[in-house]
């Protein structure tokens, strides 16, 4: 795998969790903004003024430490260095959904580490052995590979054992190996 490819690993976009605890953040900062004018007009003292106070820029110190860096992080790029004909000539396959039965062969393959043969709903592919457990998918899978020519701009989605789930600019989606792409900025 190329090791501007390995590198986007660590990249993410802002994650659903993130979303979720900037959300939150807010939601406390106004609660503790209503709360410190209701101890202003009640007078409760001292404390009632300075608890939900902090309690709400510990929130935004949580969302400052966790959630925002991923959002500044780079966007995960690459650009196509080799046309890549799809073995499949251009078999677009639905998505599967978790918890679809999978037949896979006992070997995986040889070129692709960690990727085995499959059927999956009748229909000849191939998947990565972390989606599969127990016979069945463990996330939902869509095994198209996109055809690429070389220059095009492409955005990564994931990468699993060597092979990118990319988007390219007419939102298309699918599967490259890693060898076909460069990262770029």
Do not use: H, Q
């Amino acid at each position: 795998m190329n090791k501007s490819i390995k590198k986007m690993k660590s990249k993410r976009r802002l994650s659903v969790l993130s979303w979720i605890v900037i959300v939150v953040s807010l939601v406390a900062i106004a609660a503790s903004i209503a709360r410190m004018i209701y101890s202003i007009v009640r007078w409760e003292g001292w404390l009632a003024l300075v608890l939900p106070f902090t309690t709400g820029w510990m929130m935004v110190l949580a969302v400052l430490i966790f959630a925002l860096p991923d959002k500044f992080k780079e966007c995960n790029n690459v650009m196509a260095i080799k046309d890549m004909p799809s073995e499949w000539d251009r078999v677009e396959f639905d998505e599967f959904r978790a918890g679809t039965k999978v037949e896979m062969a006992e070997d995986e393959d040889k070129e692709f580490k960690g990727w085995y043969a499959a059927v999956i709903e009748g229909r000849d592919t191939f998947v990565p052995k972390s989606y599969v457990e127990d016979g069945v998918l463990t996330v939902d899978y869509n095994p198209t590979e996109l055809i690429v020519k070389v220059g095009d701009k492409l955005r990564v989605l994931k990468i699993v054992n060597a092979w990118l789930y990319v988007e390219n600019d007419i939102y298309d989606k699918g599967w490259v190996p890693s060898e076909a792409v460069v990262s770029i900025k």
